[in-house]
């Protein structure tokens, strides 16, 4: 009997708390939920946390921006240097680094086919010769009427047939770097040279002595350094500050005492996938230790412009992106974007671009620690 008595109690306990009327259920559970990217304080967890509030200044942002980049050369610059046809290295005295002058002999190819060539050429000339004597002895009998204008006509066309041939197996010898012009029984050679067509330097010797290369390889390839530049690689965020002209400083990498002033000459529309540009500079004193694919680091004192700015700490990176945080009241703060651009003197600059912050206060001390708490709370709202 007791045991029911008890039974009996217990679920009229239960059977009053679930109709309990809404009126008295707890008030946070009659709070809408917060936003997702908005986290609330009272005064002791503000004061825990050390929040401070002000609003962003304008101030003068003239500062240094440091940045990657490489040696680089305008295609046009950079000469991959084949052989027409094949055959085998038979010299030369290239290393990377060699200076070359234009016109100069840098290799001598070898190859059986080379003296064929010239052997046609020979031939064809002189076949040329006799048809030429031949059309004009043809010519004058066929205006005598000694001969069927048909044999002339025949003629004729053997010499323009000849011609071609002629004209054809030259230019494939100008090809080689043999000037048929001067090629004589006694001159031919087996051997054909190689000539730079640039002043320049080595930048890579891809053959050896005796090896036998196809039309397709490239033996050497030249770099002229009259046109070599600096590609500098800068984030999107900090592409707006450059321009035609800012003056900077790079240093090799591997060779850090060694300055080099360079000057923008061109600043990219492109942005690549991770976000970042590419500016390119022109040398002032390149010289001749600059080899393409050499690492840079580099140097751009930017100019002075007025700009929205906040302090370092009021920014926070979440998730590869810049924020802020903004209040109202100075309870409820939202994590808004902003475009992170120049920092000096532990401010930075707010770009144009995201919500106008000139008039709002935002959290200048403890974003991180707003931060951890928002994601924390997102995190047991899950």
Same mark, same amino acid.
């Given at each position: 009997?007791?045991?029911?008595?008890?039974?009996?109690?217990?679920?009229?306990?239960?059977?009053?708390?679930?109709?309990?009327?809404?009126?008295?259920?707890?008030?946070?559970?009659?709070?809408?939920?917060?936003?997702?990217?908005?986290?609330?304080?009272?005064?002791?967890?503000?004061?825990?946390?050390?929040?401070?509030?002000?609003?962003?200044?304008?101030?003068?942002?003239?500062?240094?921006?440091?940045?990657?980049?490489?040696?680089?050369?305008?295609?046009?610059?950079?000469?991959?240097?084949?052989?027409?046809?094949?055959?085998?290295?038979?010299?030369?005295?290239?290393?990377?680094?060699?200076?070359?002058?234009?016109?100069?002999?840098?290799?001598?190819?070898?190859d059986q086919s080379y003296v064929q060539l010239q052997q046609e050429y020979l031939t064809a000339k002189a076949n040329m010769e006799y048809l030429s004597a031949d059309m004009d002895r043809q010519r004058t009998l066929s205006e005598a009427d000694a001969i069927s204008k048909k044999r002339y006509q025949q003629v004729l066309n053997e010499y323009k047939t000849a011609q071609v041939t002629l004209k054809a197996v030259g230019e494939k010898l100008r090809i080689i770097n043999i000037n048929p012009d001067k090629l004589t029984v006694g001159s031919i050679s087996r051997t054909a040279p190689i000539?730079?067509?640039?002043?320049?330097?080595?930048?890579?010797?891809?053959?050896?002595?005796?090896?036998?290369?196809?039309?397709?390889?490239?033996?050497?390839?030249?770099?002229?350094?009259? +046109?070599?530049?600096? @590609?500098? %690689? &800068?984030? $999107?965020?900090?592409?707006?500050?450059?321009?035609?002209?800012?003056?900077?400083? #790079?240093?090799?990498?591997?060779?850090?005492?060694?300055?080099?002033?360079?000057?923008?000459?061109?600043?990219?529309?492109?942005?690549?996938?991770?976000?970042?540009?590419?500016?390119?500079?022109?040398?002032?004193?390149?010289?001749?230790?600059?080899?393409?694919?050499?690492?840079?680091?580099?140097?751009?004192?930017? +100019?002075?412009?007025? @700009?929205? %700015? &906040?302090? $370092?700490?009021?920014?926070?990176?979440?998730?590869?992106?810049?924020?802020?945080? #903004?209040?109202?009241?100075?309870?409820?703060?939202?994590?808004?974007?902003?475009?992170?651009?120049?920092?000096?003197?532990?401010?930075?600059?707010?770009?144009?671009?995201?919500?106008?912050?000139?008039?709002?206060?935002?959290?200048?001390?403890?974003?991180?620690?707003?931060?951890?708490?928002?994601?924390?709370?997102?995190?047991?709202?899950?």
């Amino acid at each position: 009997m007791r045991k029911i008595f008890i039974y009996i109690v217990i679920t009229g306990f239960l059977y009053a708390c679930n109709n309990q009327p809404a009126a008295e259920k707890s008030p946070a559970e009659n709070q809408p939920a917060p936003d997702n990217n908005t986290v609330t304080l009272d005064s002791v967890q503000k004061k825990n946390a050390g929040i401070v509030l002000d609003s962003p200044r304008t101030a003068n942002i003239h500062a240094t921006l440091r940045a990657t980049g490489m040696v680089d050369v305008p295609p046009q610059n950079l000469i991959s240097i084949s052989f027409p046809m094949g055959g085998y290295l038979k010299s030369t005295r290239l290393l990377p680094g060699s200076q070359v002058a234009k016109g100069e002999i840098i290799g001598t190819m070898e190859d059986q086919s080379y003296v064929q060539l010239q052997q046609e050429y020979l031939t064809a000339k002189a076949n040329m010769e006799y048809l030429s004597a031949d059309m004009d002895r043809q010519r004058t009998l066929s205006e005598a009427d000694a001969i069927s204008k048909k044999r002339y006509q025949q003629v004729l066309n053997e010499y323009k047939t000849a011609q071609v041939t002629l004209k054809a197996v030259g230019e494939k010898l100008r090809i080689i770097n043999i000037n048929p012009d001067k090629l004589t029984v006694g001159s031919i050679s087996r051997t054909a040279p190689i000539y730079s067509p640039i002043n320049g330097y080595v930048t890579k010797v891809n053959v050896n002595i005796g090896r036998y290369v196809m039309p397709s390889d490239v033996l050497f390839e030249l770099v002229n350094p009259e +046109d070599i530049h600096a @590609a500098i %690689t &800068v984030f $999107e965020k900090d592409i707006p500050a450059f321009h035609k002209g800012l003056q900077g400083k #790079v240093t090799l990498v591997d060779r850090p005492d060694k300055v080099y002033d360079i000057e923008t000459i061109l600043v990219t529309k492109n942005i690549s996938d991770n976000r970042s540009g590419l500016i390119h500079c022109h040398f002032e004193n390149p010289g001749h230790d600059l080899l393409p694919g050499m690492f840079l680091n580099a140097t751009f004192e930017m +100019d002075s412009q007025q @700009a929205l %700015t &906040v302090p $370092e700490e009021a920014v926070v990176r979440y998730m590869g992106k810049d924020y802020v945080f #903004v209040t109202k009241d100075g309870n409820s703060f939202t994590l808004t974007p902003v475009n992170a651009g120049l920092k000096e003197n532990n401010r930075i600059q707010l770009l144009p671009g995201g919500k106008d912050l000139g008039n709002e206060k935002i959290v200048t001390t403890g974003a991180y620690a707003l931060l951890g708490k928002l994601k924390n709370t997102a995190g047991e709202e899950e």
